[in-house]
């Protein structure tokens, strides 16, 4: 009887999950870097955010290029002709590849002190801009691709490209409070940063669980799935109580105003981001894997 078994696999694989979460800090540091040219108090995090988010880019790249079966196809996504426009993986390569090259350009600029006082200010402020811009396309584009999954509860719902965007802002600004170290000023607009961003992490999860658990058969049992054993370890209890409200509650606290208080928000908040992560890429898929 097991030779006739069709054992069902999982179509993205956990390695996503990690490409998940260095991109979305790669894009909140993009964010951070154009926000110290409307914040001073940020300045100091200028050129760390450009360094750190171009270099977790290429290791994101890197980890997209391991996943294909035949590496060296990555270059067809640098072939005009070989796109096809009308495939959300082909934006999503384009816009890899056009964030790469803003982001060389943009620390370039930074190395000639067009990031100071001085005349080359304006076009390291235009670099900024178009590279968070681009860098807006990533948890975007991560969220639509799973959106566009009509058959997967959880997944198909419009909220995701925005659950994205608020943990690449929570997880980028979290990785700026541990570079702040002992820069009071940059603190405090990092402490308000970090703790809206986490509060609108979640306030999405919490709708994501009501509509999945009052869905239809295959949605409630995603949402079990989600909830309960292993999965519902990491999904609830690192990603939503330790990794989203523990934070919360730590930063409206006195002690998440001070250096200790605000790091350890910032390594919860990276915890649960990467839990919340793996936890809505391969819990959705389970189900496929019962039946």
């Excluded at 390695?15 to 993009?30: D, K």
């Excluded at 790091?263 to 496929?288: D, K």
Aim: charged residues 10%; proline residues 4%.
């Amino acid at each position: 009887m097991g030779d006739y078994t069709w054992f069902h696999d999982v179509s993205w694989h956990a390695s996503y999950a990690i490409y998940f979460f260095v991109i979305g800090i790669c894009a909140g540091l993009a964010f951070l870097s154009y926000g110290s040219w409307l914040t001073p108090a940020l300045r100091p995090l200028r050129e760390k955010a450009a360094w750190g988010s171009l270099a977790l880019l290429a290791i994101g790249g890197l980890l997209l290029i391991a996943d294909l079966s035949q590496p060296l196809r990555f270059l067809n996504a640098l072939n005009p002709f070989y796109l096809t426009f009308t495939s959300p993986l082909a934006w999503g390569a384009l816009n890899i590849v056009a964030l790469g090259i803003a982001s060389v350009l943009y620390v370039l600029a930074l190395r000639k002190g067009e990031g100071s006082e001085g005349d080359g200010q304006g076009r390291g402020k235009l670099l900024a801009t178009i590279t968070a811009l681009l860098a807006l396309g990533l948890p975007i584009y991560t969220g639509y691709d799973l959106t566009a999954h009509q058959s997967r509860p959880v997944w198909n719902t419009p909220i995701m490209p925005v659950l994205f965007v608020a943990l690449a802002i929570a997880s980028g600004t979290a990785v700026g409070s541990l570079l702040a170290g002992a820069n009071e000023a940059a603190r405090k607009v990092l402490h308000q940063y970090l703790l809206w961003s986490t509060a609108a992490v979640g306030v999405i999860l919490v709708s994501i669980l009501g509509t999945t658990n009052y869905g239809g058969s295959a949605s409630e049992l995603t949402f079990l799935i989600l909830t309960t054993g292993t999965m519902g370890l990491i999904f609830v209890g690192i990603g939503i109580l330790v990794g989203t409200a523990a934070p919360v509650a730590l930063l409206l606290a006195p002690f998440g105003r001070q250096q200790t208080g605000l790091m350890l928000a910032a390594v919860l908040v990276l915890l649960g981001s990467a839990a919340l992560r793996y936890a809505l890429l391969m819990g959705p898929q389970h189900l496929q894997t019962l039946y």
